[in-house]
């Protein structure tokens, strides 16, 4: 059973146009991340939650924000996506910060034409 | 300079060969070491975790961090077919209880039947 669920899978989004991205867990996990991964490159943490207490890593564009409603779901926003930032985004959970496993969500392609 | 720095490959072996991959870093706070595998379009999954220097196995993986050189190690014996995917190390920045991961690019194994 699937227990860190990003979607969608794939999303295609025109150049400057909003898109929003999903994760919920199952796992009831306190801290939630969000990285980046291009095309054969390594993934890169853009933010992380916890719990509540957002977490912004210093060189992520102010293109992205996140949300976190709830301990479940946790959403990835990009106000205007260009060319550059299209990549697999990847969400993780971890019971708590820390060397703990972090248990990866399927990913999530984003495709800007 | 990458912080940690992986030989993206692609490495082709037959199946039974020992496989050997490897990364290199550059901060000697590092204190977690971790190999995750990665299928074609999925997320990362651990495969295993070593705290500081020394050799740990689990069935036909072992991990081995040499702390003095900077080099981190996963061998795989027996490889098999269903091994084939792509390998990222990670390494957990200090202070560890920031959860944040630090990733190599990426090896993509190949084992041949």
């Known amino acids: ?113 | 300079q990458k912080e940690v720095e992986q030989d993206p490959g692609p490495l082709s072996v037959p199946e039974g060969a020992i496989v050997s991959l490897n990364c290199t870093y550059s901060n000697s706070a590092f204190q977690y070491f971790m190999w995750y595998r990665q299928y074609s379009r999925k997320g990362p999954e651990l495969l295993m975790y070593t705290y500081s220097s020394g050799n740990k196995e689990d069935g036909r993986f072992t991990a081995q961090v040499d702390k003095s050189s900077k080099y981190i190690s996963l061998f795989i014996r027996d490889s098999q077919p269903s091994d084939s995917a792509t390998y990222l190390c990670a390494m957990m920045k200090p202070p560890s209880n920031t959860g944040k991961l630090i990733f190599g690019q990426g090896t993509t194994l190949q084992v041949k039947p």
Not at chain 1, 63 to 86: E, V
Request: charged share 20%; proline share 6%.
């Open chain 1, 1 to 113: 059973d699937a227990m860190v669920i990003q979607n969608p899978r794939y999303q295609v989004t025109q150049f400057g146009k909003p898109v929003t991205l999903s994760c919920s867990q199952t796992l009831n996990h306190n801290v939630m991340y969000w990285y980046q991964q291009k095309s054969s490159q390594a993934p890169k943490l853009l933010f992380h939650y916890y719990d509540k207490d957002f977490n912004n890593e210093a060189d992520t564009p102010d293109n992205f924000q996140s949300r976190r409603p709830n301990t479940s779901f946790c959403f990835l926003d990009i106000r205007s996506p260009g060319l550059g930032d299209a990549a697999m985004y990847l969400c993780a959970t971890s019971r708590d910060r820390g060397p703990l496993e972090a248990f990866f969500g399927q990913g999530t392609r984003l495709t800007v034409v």
